[in-house]
Structure formats: C-alpha cells, structure tokens
C-alpha cells in the first residue's frame, strides 16, 4: 500500500521480499539460506500480503504442497539443489518430489493465515477453505508426535528454530558425535563464523541428523530411540496460540472446532509442566533425564504470544530488557552464556519481537508493545533488513537483506 508519506524503506522492505522471490517461494537470504523455511516463508507471506494478496496466498499453498501423509509440515523444502547451503536434501536422505527434511519448524501459520484473511477476507475465504483441513492435520501431527509428555518436544534443535539457543545445551551434551563422518559447512563462508553456531553443535546437530535419516524420519523411532528429546517453551507457546487461531478459522468456516478446543486445552494444561518455580521462568527440559535447562531465554517470552503470564515472568521481563538497549535479547544478558552476537545466543531477532508483540497487545500491555517496536524499527533504520542485532548496540549481523525482517518491518514495526 503506498501513501504521499510513505517511509523510503517500505520500497526496500518489499524490494528484499521480491529480491528473495524464487518463484512462489521466497528464500531468507540469498546464499546462506537458498531455499524454502518453513516459519520464514509464513513471515514472507504475512509481508507481501501489504502490497500483492495473490503472491501471499501462493508463498503459504506452495508451503502446504509439501505437507507429509502424517500431517507434518517440514522444516526446509529444497525446490532447487543448490551447494551453497548445507546439509543439503541428499544429507537428510529426502525422498519427496521436491525433497524435504524430516522434522518441523514453528507452526505460526494458522495465526498468519487468519491476519492474511482478515486484511483481505474476499481473497482469502477460497485459500481458507483448501488450508484449513491442511492446518488441522499438522497440529494433529504436533499433539500425536511429539506432545506425548504435554508442552512440545523437539527432537533436533533446528526443528525449535532457535537453533543453538542455551536452552538446549544439557541436551546437546548427551550426543554422541560421529568422527567418521566428515563434513564442510557452508554458513560460515557466507557470514562472520563468530555469529554463527559452533562446531561443536555442527557436530552434534549432524549426529542427531544421522539418526533421522536411518530411521527414516520415523516420528516414533526418534521420539523413543533418537539422542536428543527436549520440550520447548518456544513452540509450545507459538502452538498454543496457533490453536486459538485455528479455532477462529474453523468458526469462520462454520466447522465443528469442538475436537480443536480440547487439543487446546489438553496443551495449556502440558504447557504448565515447563514452570520453573524455583527460578520463575517456563523453562526447557530434558525429557530423557527430566532434567531442567535452568535456561531463561526468548521461548519463554513467547507464552505472552498465548496470551499466559505470570508475576515472576513478567520481572524477568522487564529485568533482561533493562540490561540491553534494544529488547528482546534470545538470551539473559545476565548469565555467563549470553553472547550478544552468536545467533540464538543473545541477539535480538526482529521476527520473535514481532510474536511476542502481538501478545503484548492482545493482553493490553501497549506500552511494552510501543518500546518493543520503536525499539525494533531503531534496528532496521540504522542498519537494514539483517537476520538479527546484537542487543547491546544495534550491530546488525547474520544475514543481510533478510525476508523476514522485511516482512515485520510491512507489517508490524514501519
Ligand atoms: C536458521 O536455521 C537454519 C537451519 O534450519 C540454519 O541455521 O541453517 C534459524 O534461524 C531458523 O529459525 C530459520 O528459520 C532459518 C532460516 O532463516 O535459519
């Protein structure tokens, strides 16, 4: 949409979006990410519906075309093979036309689809109708394979999104590595190797990668064999939301949503066993050991995003936002992990800003929604559409001319 007064970077925002378009299907980042995420591509979606609604409906039917028969929606689809990203599909041992991996990544859709419908119903209503059943299949496919305990459980890290968070750490130890199997990564040939993950947990994420493909991706071997099994506040929070959200998709569509409530339920009440009294955070846990991450990270700040807070939450809150200068930071600038530019290891990432935003307003808190944005829009005024900002000074890092950041910057923070 443009007006008389329109802010010069909301050309570049959807010229980063169109820059990454690939045909149907827009890429993070050119080079370090050549093809098609999961969450990203949702976020890519919700930004081009402010300026083409057709082009958003096909970036999410294209995602959904590559839905799994057990109702999971994978992490990354590789349309078009190509060396600069690795582990590429032979890796993972895909075997879909086009090949897929094995495990999920964030289910925002069902809240993106319901904003994409609601600024355009008309257009909508048809893509509402063919997703809707699609959307139903994969929360089925969360609660079946893998909220066996009750909040989410991730069986890679990558499947979390934040991938080398400090949530995850006790997890990762416990993997057995493979020396005999050597690899060259790519990640670090594109961007500075001091914010990207380590080779340590390169060499566990490929272990735990290893496993799933002689397993075949079954849900059921890695959930009960596979080296790596912890619970997520992060997407257990994004999944509960997105039931509210399905639900309201279903009234729309006058759909019995009966069965979708209590699968709602059934995860509010799971989501409760990630509290951590004694430190007063929802916390990860290990589910082989029962083990608690003792980790404070930007996942629990995702359950405002579902609309659940509590006292204790909220001071840590607003204690982690006090300690940088630009909210929110992946992880607690006050323990010994925090590393302002490694990756999901305290960068703040404009994306989780904009979910915990929409939970900030939902639950009426407009003043931390107005700092968490003009803080935000800061980043991206000075340094561009980058893939996250060190929190402490707004360095930009990662990957530049990034889809996701130039979605949130169309939709939510411009
Ligand atoms: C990052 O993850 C990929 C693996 O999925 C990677 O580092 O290779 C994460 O930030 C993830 O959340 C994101 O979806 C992806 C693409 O932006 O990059």
Redesign the pocket.
């Given at each position: 949409m443009t007006s008389a007064i329109e802010n010069p970077l909301d050309q570049a925002a959807r010229d980063v979006l169109l820059g990454n378009d690939r045909g149907g299907y827009t890429i993070?980042t050119a080079r370090l990410?050549p093809y098609q995420?999961?969450?990203?591509s949702m976020f890519s979606a919700w930004g081009y519906g402010t300026f083409d609604m057709a082009r958003a409906w096909q970036e999410v039917d294209l995602l959904f075309s590559s839905q799994w028969d057990t109702g999971m929606v994978p992490?990354?689809i590789f349309h078009n093979p190509d060396p600069d990203y690795f582990p590429g599909p032979g890796v993972w041992g895909a075997t879909q036309t086009p090949p897929t991996s094995g495990i999920s990544?964030p289910p925002v859709a069902a809240t993106l689809i319901l904003k994409l419908y609601e600024m355009d119903p008309k257009a909508g209503l048809p893509h509402l109708k063919t997703l809707y059943p699609k959307l139903v299949a994969w929360h089925a496919w969360w609660m079946r394979e893998r909220c066996k305990d009750g909040p989410v459980a991730i069986i890679h890290p990558?499947e979390s999104?934040?991938?080398n968070c400090p949530d995850w750490d006790i997890g990762m130890e416990g993997v057995q590595i493979n020396e005999d199997d050597p690899y060259t990564r790519r990640?670090t040939g594109h961007v500075n190797a001091d914010e990207r993950p380590l080779k340590w947990d390169y060499d566990r994420y490929l272990a735990i990668l290893a496993f799933g493909r002689s397993v075949h991706w079954n849900d059921r071997a890695m959930y009960e064999d596979g080296p790596f099994l912890m619970a997520d506040p992060g997407i257990t929070f994004v999944l509960l939301r997105a039931f509210s959200d399905l639900i309201e998709i279903g009234r729309i569509l006058g759909e019995d949503t009966a069965d979708l409530s209590a699968q709602h339920d059934q995860l509010r009440e799971g989501a409760s066993k990630l509290w951590n009294a004694e430190k007063g955070w929802f916390d990860a846990y290990d589910l082989r050991t029962g083990q608690s991450a003792n980790v404070l990270g930007s996942g629990a700040f995702l359950a405002y995003f579902a609309g659940v807070s509590r006292p204790a939450l909220d001071a840590h809150f607003a204690r982690i936002w006090d300690k940088v200068a630009f909210g929110v930071p992946s992880a607690d600038p006050e323990s010994e992990r925090f590393d302002p530019r490694r990756y999901?290891r305290g960068p703040t990432w404009p994306v989780v800003n904009s979910l915990i935003a929409m939970g900030l307003t939902d639950m009426g808190r407009n003043e931390a929604e107005t700092r968490l944005r003009n803080e935000t829009a800061a980043l991206i005024e000075a340094g561009g559409f980058w893939?996250y900002y060190d929190p402490m000074d707004g360095t930009p890092c990662g990957g530049a001319s990034f889809g996701?950041t130039a979605a949130i910057w169309l939709t939510w923070c411009g």
């Open positions: 993070p990410y995420w999961n969450w990203d992490h990354i990544q990558w999104g934040r991938d990640d999901w893939e996701w």
